[in-house]
């Protein structure tokens, strides 16, 4: 379903700056694969993201999606492709907007201009049935500006629109890091559910090792660029957060050293 084969990335190439983010990167995932990101600070997680959604172009390597080569193509081609979230609840919607124009707006995504934004009836029983999904009580607030809301239901609605168009792959950055606990737990659980719902194809980048570990049926470790570590679905299962900073050891033969990680 998604093909990196050999894709680099360097920044500032040439120049005392020079930062090597990805370094031949080859990943493969399976429709309905759901696969974890963790690694170190500037690891090449969210370049890795990027590279996926066409908003950053790879210097070497092709990326493939669903046995089509989409290297060339811009982010808003990919679109139709891909559902992405990000860390910031007031990313992926837009306040001033009441929550069925940003929903008409994620259902838009990727189609072709000339739909109209308008909402039918029908597209508006379409929305009820998945906002009801979230369990929020957002299927009765249409008419309500997303500024309104909080960050949690603000991130539950990103999720929402990122899927309810099942895209071949979901992309998810760090999406729940910038939420306080309990909301955090709120979006991890819908993400499961929704993910399992639609069966989405996903690639989640998280800090957080237990999330890592819960979510998914696969994991890997990056570090400087590289995948250090991939552990299949049957390794994942049974693994804790010590047996994963014991695997980090033992790939790099030095001790895992991010606090943010080992302090969730
Ligand atoms: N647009 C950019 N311009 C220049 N350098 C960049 C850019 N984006 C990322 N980098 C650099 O590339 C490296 C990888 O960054 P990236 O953001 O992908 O890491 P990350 O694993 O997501 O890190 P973190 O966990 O800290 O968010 C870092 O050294 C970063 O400073």
């Not at 009801?132 to 239901?153: H, P």
Request: charge should be neutral.
């Amino acid at each position: 379903m998604l093909r990196l084969e050999n894709v680099s990335k360097t920044f500032f190439a040439g120049t005392v700056n020079e930062k090597k983010a990805l370094n031949g990167i080859n990943l493969h995932l399976e429709a309905g694969d759901f696969v974890t990101v963790i690694g170190s600070n500037g690891a090449g997680k969210s370049t890795l993201l990027n590279v996926i959604a066409g908003r950053l172009k790879s210097d070497e390597g092709t990326v493939a999606i669903n046995g089509e080569n989409v290297t060339a193509l811009t982010e808003h081609e990919r679109a139709r492709y891909i559902g992405r979230v990000f860390q910031d609840p007031m990313a992926g919607t837009s306040p001033s907007m009441t929550i069925e124009e940003n929903l008409a707006l994620a259902y838009r995504r990727g189609k072709k201009r000339t739909l109209k934004l308008g909402v039918t009836k029908a597209k508006r029983d379409f929305f009820r049935e998945h906002l009801s999904i979230l369990e929020l009580g957002l299927e009765d607030r249409l008419k309500a500006k997303v500024g309104l809301l909080s960050g949690g239901q603000r991130q539950a609605l990103s999720l929402l629109m990122a899927t309810f168009t099942q895209p071949e792959i979901l992309l998810l950055d760090e999406h729940t890091a910038a939420l306080d606990p309990k909301r955090a737990a709120l979006v991890t659980q819908l993400t499961r559910d929704i993910v399992a719902k639609f069966s989405l194809t996903t690639l989640m980048v998280t800090h957080n090792m237990e999330q890592a570990l819960q979510l998914g049926n696969r994991l890997i470790m990056m570090h400087e660029g590289r995948i250090i570590l991939d552990i299949p679905p049957e390794q994942k299962k049974s693994m804790q957060t010590d047996d994963l900073l014991r695997a980090f050891e033992e790939v790099r033969g030095e001790a895992f050293a991010e606090d943010r990680y080992i302090l969730q």
